[in-house]
């Protein structure tokens, strides 16, 4: 079984700092990363996946991830954030071919001016 | 192209009360997916198909039933309404093609009292 675990539940930060979002997973087979953002009140959209090859991945609005095998951990990073990139930010897992996802307990980051 | 849609927007229910929140994709992708949102848990997979005709269980399917009859349409029924579903519920589709790139629908956002 898949899961994953999203280290922070709120992550507070400065205008034009950078951030970090954690995210660990577990699964005794090879998976597919994936983060997801949530703006108030609406629905969820792709940031970025890692599916194989680069471990740098590259998404929407500045984002990026790193998957380390190693460690099982898929962080997401934006080196300088603004007032709009405050949302709710989930990491997810899929098993394979199964098309489900599995989906962290998600991340609240908070951009003030 | 409307991608996913979800019908109704709102609900409210009394407990003891079913209905049936819908869920329709224009994509011809072969999984759909539906999820529940709480406070400080992400999203939940209730239950979820791999084609017309094939449905299967997911993390939290008890009040739960689904079918899917055909390729577009995934209804998710509640048979008798209890205050813990009270929710956020969202409907996903993926397909192989797409690498399980899920795509959502704007969610309903369900009250049972």
């Known amino acids: 079984a898949q899961s994953v675990t999203q280290l922070d539940s709120q992550v507070p930060v400065f205008e034009e700092a950078p951030v970090e979002l954690r995210c660990n997973y577990s699964?005794?087979?090879?998976?597919?990363l994936f983060w997801y953002v949530q703006y108030p009140n609406q629905g969820l959209q792709l940031l970025l996946k890692?599916?194989?090859?680069?471990?740098l991945v590259k998404g929407i609005n500045g984002f990026e991830a790193e998957f380390n095998k190693s460690q099982t951990s898929f962080h997401l990073r934006k080196p300088s954030v603004h007032i709009s990139d405050t949302a709710e930010y989930f990491c997810?897992?899929?098993?394979?071919?199964?098309?489900?996802?599995?989906f962290g307990q998600g991340t609240t980051l908070q951009v003030k001016p | 192209n409307a991608g996913v849609t979800q019908t109704p927007k709102f609900q409210v229910l009394k407990t003891g009360q079913s209905m049936t929140l819908q869920c329709a994709q224009d994509?011809?992708?072969?999984?759909m997916s539906w999820y529940r949102q709480d406070p400080g848990m992400g999203l939940r997979l209730i239950h979820y198909?791999?084609?017309?005709?094939?449905?299967d269980q997911g993390e939290v399917p008890n009040g739960y039933n689904v079918s899917r009859s055909t390729t577009e349409d995934f209804p998710l029924r509640l048979l008798s309404a209890a205050p813990s579903q009270t929710s956020v519920y969202f409907c996903?589709?993926?397909?192989?093609?797409?690498?399980?790139?899920?795509?959502f629908g704007p969610g309903t956002r369900l009250t049972v009292t």
């Open positions: 996903a589709s993926t397909s192989v093609a797409g690498a399980y790139e899920q795509y």
């Open positions: 699964s005794s087979v090879s998976v597919y």
């Open positions: 890692y599916l194989s090859g680069s471990t």
């Open positions: 997810a897992v899929s098993a394979g071919n199964t098309g489900k996802l599995i």
């Open positions: 994509m011809n992708h072969e999984y």
């Open positions: 198909s791999v084609g017309a005709g094939i449905t």
